[in-house]
C-alpha cells in the first residue's frame, strides 16, 4: 500500500508571494492533518479534515487556509509568505478521527523556505 | 498550559542497551490516546506504538514498550536493545477525547537519542 505521498517536496518562494501544497493520503484514510515543524517551535497543529470538512484548527494567521476533496486528497495554501513560513510542512493522514487504531501517517513533508 | 512534557532534550545510549525516553502528559478528560514518534534525519515522522488511556496494559510493538504510569501521567517510551538506525529524534503526542473524537493531536518538544556504537 502507497504511503502518504507530498507534493513538491522542496520549494522556494520569496516573501508575499503565495503557495500551495498537496498531500495525498493512505488509500482508505479519511482524516488529512497538516503541521508545520520548524527548529525554534517544534511541531504545530495547523488544521484537521474529516469528510471534506475542516474538524480543528490550529492558532495560525487566516493566511494559512486548507481544503479537502471527496478522494481525501488535500491541499493547504499560505498566502502573503513571510520570512518566518519558512519551515518543514508536514501531512499526516489516519483512518478516522478517534482515538482506537487511528494513529497518524505522515508523509515526507515539503520543505519551503521563504527569502 | 503546555500538555506534553518531555524532559530530555538530548540522550546517548550504548548500542545493545536499552533506554528510557521520558514524557508526561496533562489532561483532564478521562478518555485519552498516547502516540510514539520516530523522527530520523530524513525528516518522515515514523508511528512506533500507541497506548489508550482505558487499555489495561503496557503497548508493546516489537523493541519498543510504553511504561503507562496513568496516576502519574506518564507514558515514557522504552527502547530495548539499542540499534544505531534508532539515532533520532523521538516525540510523545496526545489526543484527548473518545472514540469519535475530533480533539487535535499536541506533539511534545521531542526527545534527539544518539546511539554510540
Known amino acids: 500500500k502507497a504511503g502518504v505521498t507530498q507534493t513538491p517536496r522542496y520549494l522556494i518562494k520569496t516573501r508575499g508571494q503565495q503557495v500551495t501544497l498537496s498531500c495525498s493520503p493512505i488509500s482508505g484514510h479519511r482524516s488529512v492533518s497538516w503541521y508545520q515543524q520548524t527548529p525554534g517551535q517544534g511541531l504545530q497543529f495547523l488544521f484537521e479534515?474529516?469528510?471534506?470538512?475542516?474538524?480543528n484548527k490550529g492558532n495560525f494567521p487566516g493566511r494559512f487556509s486548507g481544503r479537502q476533496f471527496s478522494n481525501s486528497r488535500s491541499e493547504m495554501n499560505v498566502s502573503t509568505l513571510e520570512l518566518g513560513d519558512s519551515a518543514l510542512y508536514l501531512c499526516?493522514?489516519?483512518?478516522?478521527?478517534?482515538?482506537?487504531?487511528?494513529?497518524?501517517?505522515f508523509g515526507p513533508g515539503t520543505r519551503l523556505t521563504v527569502t | 498550559a503546555q500538555k506534553i512534557t518531555q524532559t530530555q532534550p538530548g540522550m546517548f545510549v550504548q548500542e545493545k542497551e536499552a533506554v528510557t525516553l521520558d514524557c508526561t502528559y496533562d489532561t483532564s478528560d478521562p478518555s485519552y490516546g498516547l502516540f510514539w514518534y520516530k523522527q530520523p534525519s530524513s525528516g518522515e515522522m515514523i508511528f512506533l506504538i500507541y497506548?489508550?488511556?482505558?487499555?489495561?496494559q503496557n503497548a508493546t510493538e516489537g523493541r519498543y514498550s510504553l511504561n503507562f504510569q496513568k496516576a502519574r501521567k506518564s507514558a515514557n517510551l522504552v527502547i530495548s536493545a539499542s540499534q544505531l538506525g534508532d539515532s533520532a529524534m523521538y516525540f510523545c503526542a496526545m489526543r484527548e477525547g473518545g472514540e469519535t473524537s475530533y480533539d487535535k493531536v499536541i506533539f511534545g518538544p521531542g526527545t534527539s537519542l544518539s546511539v554510540i556504537p
Open positions: 497506548q489508550g488511556s482505558y487499555d489495561q
Open positions: 499526516a493522514s489516519s483512518l478516522g478521527m478517534g482515538l482506537y487504531g487511528y494513529e497518524q501517517y
Open positions: 479534515y474529516f469528510s471534506e470538512t475542516q474538524r
